[in-house]
């Protein structure tokens, strides 16, 4: 008859005597500091860290494992390309409508840009083989991310890099750009959060320690 395993082994499956291991909340910690200079020192590079710990976070929701980037980096990517799309539609209709108002200044053509352009946005997901499926979750986050980063402002000339004055409907292809490398950064922190759980000298077979 098969005997229940003891204490000390179910300790040694989970946190292997002799190995060092972290647990959740000092790698979470560690990640965050690990986080900052890319949002702190990088001058006009600077990335903004709240997309970046927003797909942290999905890399934890879809599985925590390198897996899951196969899934979020087309999806994130892809909804920062829509989200993109979605803010020049606005603008273009801004210009075409000449500011028209409501209460405040060109909200006519947010509110009828925005709304012709979610609909082919979203309906477009069901043909997208990177949305299916768990998909879905970083292709909504990337469109929201991208228009996030349009919309905190600040990051209008990011790099340096500015739209002349004929061509201020364009701007959001510069705004994107933080978005995407937010995105790459925040898939790096989930994998590194990960990775510092694994019992070093082990290769990752055991996964990540307990808490």
């Known amino acids: 008859m098969k005997r229940d395993a003891s204490p000390k082994e179910e300790r040694g499956r989970t946190r292997p005597e ?7 909340p000092v790698a979470v910690a560690i990640t965050v500091v690990v986080a900052l200079p890319f949002g702190l020192w990088l001058g006009p590079w600077t990335i903004p860290l709240f997309p970046a ?5 999905e890399y934890f929701v879809l599985g925590s494992s390198p897996q899951a980037l196969k899934t979020i980096a087309p999806a994130y990517i892809a909804g920062v390309v829509a989200g993109t799309a979605a803010l020049i539609l ?21 509110i009828a840009g925005l709304f012709l352009a979610f609909i082919p946005l979203i309906w477009v997901m069901r043909f ?15 469109i929201t991310m991208g228009m996030a980063t349009y ?12 739209m002349p004055d004929h061509a201020q409907p364009l701007v959001p292809l510069i705004t994107m ?6 995105g ?15 019992p ?3 290769g990752g077979s055991d996964g990540p320690a307990k808490l």
């Open 18 to 24: 002799g190995r060092l291991t972290l647990s959740l």
């Open 53 to 57: 710990f927003i797909v942290w976070t």
């Open 90 to 110: 606005s603008l273009l209709l801004d210009g075409w409508l000449d500011g028209a108002s409501l209460i405040a200044a060109g909200d006519v053509a947010w």
């Open 128 to 142: 997208l083989p990177f949305t299916q499926g768990q998909g879905g979750l970083p292709y909504f986050n990337g």
């Open 151 to 162: 919309f905190v402002g600040g990051y209008e000339e990011y790099g340096s890099l500015s």
């Open 177 to 182: 750009l933080p978005a995407v490398f937010a």
């Open 184 to 198: 790459v950064l925040g898939m790096f922190l989930g994998w590194f959060n990960i990775a510092i759980m694994t």
């Open 200 to 202: 070093l000298g082990r």
